[in-house]
């Protein structure tokens, strides 16, 4: 018994100490700097949102299409992850999925494709100095993808 009260006494001394949460005070958050966000439309009628960031040496690019799994009919579920991921692991006509790796790795850049619900999409994250071959290259991949029989 007195067991049972000196641990009912230490309970509630220990929430004693607690604080209410409603008395907690926090300091004010950082301001939100939302970058400006610059928008083009090419010529061939896609539309580029572009936000700048120097911070650090790199160029990240993604390119969203009207598409996805949504589309697919209900007997080919899965279809557009399938097609998506072939994509990228199966190159384009111009360099096999391995030669398109060993590009990538010696870049130390990445390229990658997905589909979503909504929407597919190709990205590119590659050096600041490297940008214009990794655009190139993602450009290439969706264009011009290989889908190998093997």
Known sequence: MRRLLLAAV??????AQIPDYKNLK?????P?????????????????????????????AQALIRSGSRLEPLQK??????????????????RSGDALDK???????S???SAGEG????????????AERGLTILADLLQNPAFPQE
């Open 77 to 94: 579920t899965g279809l557009a992850d399938i097609a998506l991921r072939v994509m990228r692991t199966g190159g384009t006509a111009a």
């Open 119 to 130: 929407s597919s999409s190709g990205s590119v994250f590659v050096l600041r100095e490297d």
């Open 32 to 60: 939100i700097k939302i970058p400006p966000v610059e928008r083009y439309t090419l010529p061939n009628g896609m539309t580029v949102f572009l936000v700048e960031d120097h911070e650090i040496p790199v160029v990240r």
């Open 26 to 30: 926090y300091p004010p958050l950082n």
């Open 103 to 109: 590009e990538l790795d010696r870049l130390a850049a």
């Open 111 to 113: 390229v990658e494709t």
């Open 10 to 15: 230490a309970a509630s001394v220990a929430l």
